[in-house]
């Protein structure tokens, strides 16, 4: 006898609501009548952010579907673009966490605005409609901030940095460093007594969507629940002349996850 049969369709949503997207998953595969309650939007709307329809309102191109898990699995799978192409957004697929990226031309870059030092180049292929390109320059600093309130509560995020190399490369083989830090109550502390050795090379890992990635650092999002936190890479030791570094932006998401999978033929 199939016990699972014999439960009420509240009680079978009651125990789906209570696991993850991907168990959810999982369930429907157990009974006729798991799999009816697995599919409906009862369940998917509880795997969605609260906020989600605030920030689909957000996006220029809102994503096209039928029913709410259409919709969380859309969003896991295509990122969309916030604010006028200012923020990439999607969720974790695992757990339904949110997820973001900072585009380039939104970070704080050291000398950005002297083409001497900075280009800006267009592609068509790219998430956002351009990304950074270093020329020859000795100092080396990028933040991006992003409000605690934005993210999901309670979680362990990590910030990384998105770039390409160019084909030559100079320099970028010397220590950096990276930051994490609540911008409220800690603006006192030394750049030197935070900083955490973190290299472009070897260390970079490549992502599904042809871009690498190194980790800047992470923080749980109900300890800045009251400010912005900044994720920054900084060279604060090394003199030597860097070029060479393609940065498409900082992505927050939660720790320990995967990017979603974007796949485009990006050159430069």
């Known amino acids: 006898m199939n016990y699972f049969d014999r439960l009420p369709e509240g009680c079978i949503c009651e125990i789906i609501s209570h696991t993850t997207p991907a168990d959810a998953v999982r369930a429907t595969i157990l009974s006729k009548e798991f799999k ?75 000398r950005s605005g ?5 280009k800006w180049k267009k592609n068509s292929n790219l ?11 000795r100092l080396l600093d990028i933040n991006g901030r992003i409000g605690t309130e934005m993210l999901s509560p309670k ?5 990384y940095l998105v770039f390409k190399l160019a084909a030559i490369t100079d320099g970028l083989d010397y ?6 830090r609540f911008l409220n109550y800690q603006y006192k502390i030394e750049i030197d007594k935070q ?13 599904g969507d042809g871009w690498m990635e ?10 800045g629940s009251d400010g912005p936190v900044e994720a920054r890479f900084i060279n604060i030791k090394s003199l030597y002349y860097k070029g060479g570094l393609i940065i498409e932006g900082i992505e927050f998401r939660p720790k320990g996850t995967t990017s979603a999978v974007v796949v485009a033929d990006i050159g430069f």
């Not at 979680?155 to 910030?159: G, K, L, R």
């Not at 190194?214 to 300890?223: C, H, P, Q, W």
Request: net charge negative; glycine share 6%.
């Open 36 to 110: 009816f309650v697995g599919e409906s939007d009862e369940i998917w709307e509880k795997f969605l952010p609260s906020d989600y329809q605030e920030i689909i309102d957000r996006c220029e191109f809102p994503p096209v579907y039928n029913t709410k898990k259409e919709l969380f699995f859309s969003l896991c799978d295509s990122p969309i673009l916030l604010d006028g192409g200012k923020l990439s957004f999607f969720l974790d697929k695992h757990s339904g966490k949110k997820c973001f990226m900072i585009a380039s031309r939104e970070l704080t870059i050291s």
């Open 214 to 223: 190194v980790e800047l650092g992470y923080f749980n999002s109900r300890e």
């Open 114 to 118: 002297n083409t001497n030092y900075w």
């Open 127 to 137: 998430r956002f409609s351009e990304a950074a390109c270093q020329g020859a320059l």
């Open 155 to 159: 979680t362990d995020y990590a910030a």
């Open 175 to 180: 220590a950096n460093s990276t930051i994490i």
């Open 195 to 207: 900083a955490i050795t973190g290299k472009l090379e070897p260390l970079p890992k490549m992502r």
